[in-house]
């Protein structure tokens, strides 16, 4: 007797196949760690979402010329990223009005691209977009992590980057040099 295999149970095997053999990688500043080239999809997509999600959350609509600037593990997508999100241009990574493109990791179905965006009369803002898709294209945003600083946390970093700690000993030497010298000048003045 011969038993057929119920097409449900074919569809779930081949996604399951298909999801598994996704691409994976992580591109950054610190270069790209990847089983997958930059440039194919999904990665221009996960990131051209991402940006359209930044602009529609911040603007409301799109504005009339989009700077993008990009780490240079990502320069292999932005060609692609390009084509994908209308009124962009690819600019340097120093630009002022630029929405930096800092990071990405990819992971089958799922995305994480991190953002360094300018805000209208703020700082620029940090931004960590999640993303996902079901069955291959398109891209989802599924949640953003927004990376701040309280006025208690800045001011505490710098403070401990404005003091050299005390037990540091090259510290110790500049100041009793600082010390000598400005006792050698007002000796020399009296």
Known sequence: MIRLVPASLLLASLLL???ACGPTGTWSRHG???DAPVYMAP????IAKSIDWWIIREYGAPPAEINIAVVDALQPAAAKVLELVPNAQIVAMDSADAIRVEALRLSRNKASVDLSAPRAGLPRQLVTIDLHRYNGPPWRVTGANWWR???KQLRE???QL???AASDPASEALGESATAEADDATDGDS
Do not use: L
């Open 149 to 151: 600083f309280n006025e």
């Open 162 to 164: 404005q003091v050299p």
């Open 43 to 46: 990665a221009p997509q996960a």
């Open 32 to 34: 790209a760690a990847t």
């Open 17 to 19: 196949f298909v999801t």
């Open 157 to 159: 970093v710098h403070e």
